[in-house]
Structure formats: structure tokens, C-alpha cells
């Protein structure tokens, strides 16, 4: 190595860590706030449609794979700690694997948002279709994949379009990464 190059230190500084932290803690509340409020019942496996995903790839998209992940995951869990505990541990393993997906599969444009997001979704209804099957039954599961496929829907028409708002609004503060 010369003296010109350096080695990158890799390891996030303190200061990048609280923000971590703080923003996966604000991201978690919302997400399970909006998942909690803006909710319509499934009565095949009692479950339920609601708009968390859009806040989640939000989070990932502006924040990354870790605030993603972290955020969908516990934020979710929360809510159905809550509201349907049955699906806690699911919950937090599904949101949470879309939310990081999501996170790092973007690229920060919109194209790459969008299609981070759909992927991130089809986990995410995928997951919970096994989920299903397993608990309920193939009948229940396809009786609820269509409300699954719409949440995603929902999320993907939300969720990149307010992502490219705020990275405009917000740039000099966002990471750059």
C-alpha cells in the first residue's frame, strides 16, 4: 500500500450507528402504527391487509437493508403482537427478510426501487403463503394470496414514489450509499 492509499475503515461510526438506531426505532413505530391503523380483516386465516409495507420499503429504500429489515421486521411484529399474535414470530422473520431484501437490492433509482420493492414483496406474500398452508390450509392460503399480492401493490405504488420525494427533499441529509 503507498502512502497515497489508505485502507477504508468499514465499520460504521458511533455517530452512524445512533442514527441506525434511531431511525430503525422511528421506522418501527410507523410501520406498525400504519399496520395497526389502515387495516381491513381476511376471514380465511384471520389475517389482515394493511399499508406497512409501503412504510417499510420507505425505510429501505432511503435507509438501507439493515434499517429496512430491522424496522419491517420488529415494527410489524409489534403489530401483530397486538392485533393477531398467531403470526408474531412469521411476522418478524418475513418483514424482516423484505425490508432487508428491499434495502439492498435498490440502487437508488427509481427503476431499481421499484423492482427491489416488487421482489421484496413477492417474498413477502410468499413467506406468508407457506405460512398459511402450514397453519390453515391450501384453501385459506389461495383464499388470502390475492389480498397479499394487492398489499404488495399497495406498498410498490407508495413506497418508491415517496422514496425518490424525500431523497430529493432530504439529500443533503440521506446517505449517500
Known amino acids: ?36 391503523i389502515v387495516r381491513l380483516p381476511i ?17 429501505a429504500l432511503l435507509f438501507g437493508p439493515y434499517v429496512g429489515g430491522l424496522a419491517g ?7 401483530d403482537l397486538i392485533v393477531h399474535p398467531l403470526f408474531m414470530p412469521y411476522t418478524l422473520v418475513i418483514k424482516g ?3 432487508w431484501l428491499v434495502g439492498k437490492l435498490s440502487q ?3 427503476r431499481s426501487d421499484y423492482m427491489a420493492c416488487v421482489l421484496g414483496g413477492g417474498e413477502m406474500a410468499l413467506g406468508y403463503f407457506v405460512i398459511e398452508v402450514l397453519l390453515f390450509g391450501l384453501g385459506a392460503a ?23 420525494l424525500l431523497r ?3 439529500a443533503s441529509i440521506l446517505p449517500h450509499t
Open 108 to 110: 437508488r433509482s427509481f
Open 97 to 99: 427478510i423484505e425490508g
Open 73 to 79: 421486521g420488529f415494527g410489524s411484529a409489534i403489530a
Open 43 to 59: 376471514p380465511a386465516t384471520s389475517g389482515h391487509f394493511d399499508i406497512g409495507d409501503a412504510v417499510i420499503f420507505i425505510a
Open 1 to 36: 500500500m503507498g502512502i497515497r492509499e489508505r485502507k477504508r475503515d468499514t465499520k460504521p461510526s458511533k455517530r452512524t450507528r445512533i442514527m441506525q438506531l434511531s431511525l430503525t426505532a422511528v421506522f418501527a413505530g410507523l410501520v406498525a402504527a400504519t399496520s395497526m
Open 168 to 170: 430529493r427533499k432530504l
Open 142 to 164: 389461495l383464499e388470502e394470496l390475492p389480498f397479499s399480492l394487492f398489499q404488495v401493490m399497495a406498498g410498490v405504488a407508495i413506497g418508491p414514489a415517496t422514496a425518490l
